[in-house]
């Protein structure tokens, strides 16, 4: 599977998970930070990516449209404030989870259309 990580998650989280060998890009790495959630899971799905975000209130929100309207993505990844922290300085335990749920499920479409909370 492959990630894009939304603007509020570090690039350092990004940068971690390559080192480990995956597919990972930040939205701060591909100039789409300060870009609106459409636009951002827009790219995540013609780049065949899940998002990993912290806005679980907005995407939720998409997420279900999306299933009404019959639209694909390739997965929602939510990360809870109230578990990570997204300071530079303390994101070890976020690469770690993310680490495990990319060689637990590997394959593209393995969040096809799913949210997952990490």
């Known amino acids: 599977m492959k ?4 603007e509020q998650i570090s690039a350092a989280v ?10 990972v890009v930040a939205v701060t790495e591909i100039e789409l930070q300060g870009s609106d959630d459409e636009t951002v ?6 780049d065949g990516r899940a ?3 912290n806005n679980i209130r907005d995407f939720r929100l998409i997420h279900a449209r999306y299933l009404t309207q019959d ?11 109230s578990t ?16 495990e749920l990319l060689v637990a ?10 949210e997952y909370f990490l």
């Open 3 to 6: 990630l894009l990580l939304d």
């Open 14 to 23: 990004a940068e971690q998970l390559r080192r480990r060998g995956h597919d």
């Open 41 to 46: 899971l827009a790219r995540a799905i013609d």
């Open 51 to 53: 998002l990993v975000t």
């Open 71 to 81: 639209v694909a993505h390739h997965g929602i990844v939510f990360v809870p404030s």
């Open 84 to 99: 990570y922290t997204f300071r530079r300085t303390g994101i070890g335990a976020l690469v770690k989870a993310l680490d």
């Open 105 to 114: 499920l590997p394959k593209d479409d393995a969040l096809r259309d799913q």
